[in-house]
């Protein structure tokens, strides 16, 4: 907490901080190195948009992914009961507190910086992994920001400078 605390106060370049970010989010989870990735977030720094992503697929490795195909097999191979009753739930660990505030911090800061299909799975995660008390305002911050810039515009024919030839 004390290299934190340091961390916070000091000015760092941008650039140092987005290697020294994504380097942590190359890391296996580990509780301490999600503390430094929020200070980072929270900073406010103008990230590239590799560095956002690279936060985007850090969150949304904790996803749980269900097998389907598992789920049928199951299910052919006993008749005798209820689709409802082989539906397979699969329970998340919960997520330290720290985690979730790592994520309302990308939440509240980058919301505007990700794209639409990035947003779904990180709703998804949300569900998944939501906390009871800081669910809410993640959800409210993914779903209140824009789509990032430039993502889906399509070139118009102004900018075109072929289309003057």
């Not at 106060?9 to 430094?36: D, G, I, M, Y």
């Not at 949300?126 to 824009?146: C, D, F, N, S, V």
């Amino acid at each position: 907490m004390i290299v934190g605390s340091i961390l916070t106060k000091c000015s760092v370049p941008v650039q140092h901080s987005s290697v020294a970010l994504s380097w942590l989010l190359e890391r296996e989870f580990n509780p301490a190195s999600t503390v430094f990735i929020r200070i980072l977030v929270e900073k406010k720094y103008a990230l590239p948009y590799q560095t956002i992503d690279d936060l985007v697929f850090y969150f949304m490795r904790f996803r749980v992914i269900t097998d389907a195909k598992s789920i049928e097999d199951d299910i052919l191979m006993d008749d005798e009961n209820d689709y409802r009753n082989k539906k397979k739930k699969v329970d998340a660990p919960p997520m330290p507190l720290v985690w979730h505030k790592a994520f309302l911090a990308f939440a509240q800061r980058y919301k505007n910086d990700i794209t639409d299909d990035q947003r779904d799975f990180l709703m998804e995660v949300l569900r998944q992994r939501g906390h009871r008390e800081i669910g809410p305002e993640i959800r409210r911050e993914l779903q209140a920001g824009k789509e990032r810039a430039g993502a889906m515009e399509e070139p118009s024919k102004k900018d075109d400078i072929m289309a003057y030839l």
